[in-house]
């Protein structure tokens, strides 16, 4: 069915397109069927147990208004975000960008969103039906970012299953410093000085860049193996690999998605699995369309895996789809279990 109307639907532009997907969700008009609930898929992760390792990319419900519509149509687990202390409106439209014949996207969004205070009283009114993250990230504006994800990490340490910190988006100017190792080791301290005055368990995750060199990716895994980080996600949009695109918005400013950083989040994932073993648990993203797509991520090392363009293109059907194609994945290769598939790539 998406496929019949994903024409008209992409006669819209991405942003207005997005909206009304925003809108049928709140409205329940997007009730596909669940996939059947597999042992072959439940996944162990932070203490939890979910139905699924699929889930929703941040980016997706910026201001946490549907994440219970999105288990609803299969999804294991949703990350809302990234949010900031105040709301923001964002970079000038147009923003968003398709690539059809890549299958990609570009955006340079900027963190629009309603801000902390009205996300926060949206999350405790509308309680979460399932495993829930919540992204959080720096005003463009600010003139302390750490005490940004402070102010945010204090408003959703109750809130959600873990907390994502946002330092790899390339539309917020510098934000990528945090990648930097003394800045990386700053902003982790005062987190986890943060996180113990509150006696909070939430597990923190720390979303990284798909640009990183090999020396950013020893460096990066160093920091949050001496402050036993818990998640990793790899990986947030490329600025990078245009070289191969064929749509002329190649050419426009912002962070990559899709198809062509399938390939690129894989090298990352198996690199910074190599590193890190099961002593820190990966989230992989990027150009996840697929049963394949998402299991050649788990067998580099991720145990969840995270999509967003994949349902642009796809449509809202794809947690069904990608799910039932795991299913038949794990049988032809005789796995009981998807967690036996983690890291066994050669």
Do not use: W
Not at 188 to 205: D, R
Not at 255 to 261: A, D, R, T, V, W
């Amino acid at each position: 069915m998406f496929n019949f109307f994903r024409p008209f639907i992409f006669k819209f532009s991405p942003e207005v397109a997005h909206s009304l997907a925003i809108k049928a969700l709140k409205l329940n008009n997007l009730n596909f069927k669940k996939p059947i609930n597999s042992k072959l898929l439940e996944t162990e992760f932070c203490g939890k147990k979910l139905s699924s390792p699929i889930g929703v990319a941040a980016g997706f419900d910026k201001n946490a208004e549907v994440y219970n519509p999105l288990f609803n149509l299969g999804f294991g687990f949703v990350e809302v975000g990234t949010i900031t202390p105040n709301p923001q409106y964002g970079n000038p439209k147009p923003r968003v960008f398709r690539l059809e014949e890549d299958e990609a996207l570009i955006n340079r969004l900027g963190f629009n969103n309603s801000g902390s205070d009205e996300i926060s009283l949206r999350i405790k009114t509308e309680v979460k039906k399932g495993f829930l993250g919540i992204n959080i990230g720096p005003n463009k504006d600010s003139q302390n970012r750490i005490e940004d994800y402070l102010i945010c990490f204090r408003k959703f340490h109750m809130l959600g299953d873990y907390i994502t910190i946002n330092i790899s988006s390339p539309n917020t100017e510098n934000l990528r410093d945090f990648h930097e190792e003394k800045e990386l080791n700053s902003l982790i301290k005062k987190l986890k000085e943060e996180k113990e005055k509150h006696n909070s368990k939430i597990p923190i995750a720390i979303k990284v860049s798909p640009d990183l060199n090999e020396y950013q990716i020893a460096s990066v895994a160093e920091v949050l193996l001496e402050n036993e980080i818990e998640i990793i996600i790899i990986s947030n949009t490329s600025d990078k690999n245009r070289d191969d695109l064929n749509n002329i918005n190649k050419l426009e400013k912002g962070g990559l998605s899709g198809k062509p950083i399938q390939e690129i989040s894989n090298k990352i994932i198996l690199k910074f699995y190599k590193i890190l073993g099961n002593k820190i648990k990966i989230i992989g993203v990027g150009g996840v369309n697929s049963g394949q797509a998402a299991f050649e991520k788990i067998i580099c090392g991720a145990t969840l895996v995270q999509l967003y363009t994949g349902m642009v293109y796809n449509g809202p059907s794809i947690a069904s789809k990608i799910s039932s194609e795991l299913i038949d994945i794990l049988k032809n290769k005789g796995f009981k279990n998807i967690s036996e598939a983690i890291g066994t790539k050669n």
